[in-house]
């Protein structure tokens, strides 16, 4: 296994389009992680699954972002009616536990325009 | 909430040493994890300190003294590749999220 994987590596949209990203973690990682990141910043935190349960989402994630991990491997990201403050690069990380370290993926460089 | 504060950017020179502080301030302490992120690319994971003292792994060591909220990454035998963004982290809790900090930006020289 070669690392956490991310599709697709950069997207631009129009505002008010939906738009869907998925990730796929380390094979034996139960814990999935969602960040966002704008430049000059640390990645903000917006939603971590264990399996197939969803067990925190950010206040910062507004109902216009949904998040799954239908079968507990991969997950997907939808952003629904995009605005431009959504422009951001989407993390996802994965991990073995609480325990153990994130291992990030390369991201989703999405703009909006 | 949290609060976690490095400096925004430093400069060293290639063969040196650097150490990158970092304070937070958080209630429920569980963790710091120090994180190299390069220009365009994902963070990846450098060391983690849940107790008090040093974490020496090659060339790079972290600090953590959790009675006084502080955290240092050093880097020894600087090299041109570490010039990147370091970001600090806490772990709260038995929550698995991480709460990073801005990052501090290390350029460094010949």
């Known amino acids: 296994d070669t690392g956490v994987s991310q599709d697709p590596r950069h997207k631009i949209t129009k505002r008010g389009q939906n738009v869907t990203f998925r990730c796929d973690p380390i094979?034996?990682?139960?814990?999935l992680y969602w960040y966002r990141q704008t430049l000059g910043q640390g990645p903000e935190f917006l939603t971590y699954?264990?399996?197939?349960?969803?067990?925190?989402k950010s206040r910062l994630l507004s109902d216009r972002f949904s998040a799954e991990r239908p079968k507990g491997s991969f997950s997907t990201l939808e952003i629904q009616r995009t605005e431009q403050g959504d422009s951001a690069m989407y993390l996802c990380?994965?991990?073995?536990?609480?325990?153990?370290?994130?291992?990030f993926g390369p991201g989703t460089r999405l703009t909006v325009t | 909430g949290q609060n976690i504060d490095q400096p925004t950017e430093m400069t060293a020179t290639e063969g040196a040493i650097v150490q990158i502080n970092c304070t937070y301030q958080t209630s429920g302490f569980n963790g710091l994890f120090w994180y190299q992120q390069h220009a365009g690319e994902a963070p990846t994971f450098l060391s983690y300190n849940v107790l008090d003292g040093l974490e020496e792994k090659g060339r790079f060591s972290s600090f953590l003294s959790r009675s006084k909220g502080y955290s240092y990454l050093l880097l020894k035998e600087l090299q041109m590749k570490d010039s990147a963004s370091y970001l600090c982290?806490?772990?709260?809790?038995?929550?698995?999220?991480?709460?990073f900090g801005t990052g501090t930006r290390l350029q460094v020289t010949l």
């Open positions: 990380a994965s991990s073995q536990g609480l325990g153990y370290e994130q291992y």
């Open positions: 094979s034996e990682h139960n814990r």
């Open positions: 982290a806490v772990r709260r809790g038995t929550a698995s999220k991480l709460t």
């Open positions: 699954f264990q399996n197939e349960a969803q067990l925190e």
